[in-house]
């Protein structure tokens, strides 16, 4: 499985768009990138996911890089309630999904 | 609503207890999970099963024992309570084999276990 690195915490204005970087250079050719967050001990959220192409839905866009070797998730206006840990997490094999230790995005007014 | 749904949200047990927790999903998905999540906030996986079958044990001590009456249920059984067992359990499910649109796991709310 392949290893990531998220710094550990972030800090974001309301209402600014918030990068949260993944360094996940081990990655292989078929495992997607895979974007969850937990608001304040709930269960894990989805965001979003891809394998090569930059993605986009109502919460997030994510840019991967064309290596696959890092990815960016884009929080384009943040609020408050994104205050949360986000993962990234590589993967394919959807019995072993493993969580790192994320970064702590505090959304402040 | 469809979702996954655990009982109970909180246990407040004494060790050496034996307790249960249960999940349900109607997702229609085929793979059921239980995560741990301890004091330091990380998450780890502990059981998978696919359609009652477990696939995945990653080195849980014998006193859990998680049990898939269907495909739909994934229920954890923990004998003889520990204190270091106090954490917050959460349950998931996913296609095993997902469309590509799939979007992995679906989590449930958690059972806060506390252990004294």
């Known amino acids: 499985d392949a290893k990531t690195t998220q710094p550990p915490s972030m800090d974001c204005a309301e209402g600014r768009a918030a990068n949260l970087p993944c360094n996940h250079s081990t990655i292989s050719g078929n495992e997607y990138v895979y974007w969850y967050r937990q608001i304040h001990s709930q269960g894990p959220q989805y965001i979003i996911h891809?394998?090569?192409n930059n993605e986009t839905n109502e919460m997030a866009s994510l840019i991967i890089t064309e290596d696959r070797k890092s990815s960016t998730l884009i929080l384009p206006h943040a609020t408050l309630r994104d205050t949360a840990v986000y993962y990234c997490?590589?993967?394919?094999?959807?019995?072993?999904?493993?969580f790192g230790s994320g970064t702590k995005l505090n959304v402040k007014p | 609503d469809t979702a996954v749904s655990q009982t109970p949200k909180y246990l407040v047990t004494q060790m050496g207890n034996d307790k249960s927790i249960k999940c349900e999903q109607n997702l229609g998905h085929d793979t059921m999970y239980w995560y741990k999540q301890d004091s330091k906030k990380f998450l780890k996986i502990m059981f998978s099963?696919?359609?009652?079958?477990?696939?995945i044990n990653e080195t849980v001590p014998n006193r859990f024992s998680p049990k898939s009456p269907d495909k739909a249920h994934l229920n954890l059984h923990i004998n003889s309570l520990e204190l270091g067992d106090s954490a917050v359990y959460f349950c998931?499910?996913?296609?095993?084999?997902?469309?590509?649109?799939?979007?992995?796991?679906?989590f449930g709310s958690g059972t806060r276990l506390t252990v004294v």
């Open positions: 099963y696919n359609n009652k079958e477990l696939i």
């Open positions: 997490i590589p993967g394919y094999n959807f019995n072993k999904f493993y």
């Open positions: 998931a499910s996913s296609h095993r084999r997902p469309p590509l649109r799939s979007y992995g796991y679906t």
């Open positions: 891809g394998l090569k």
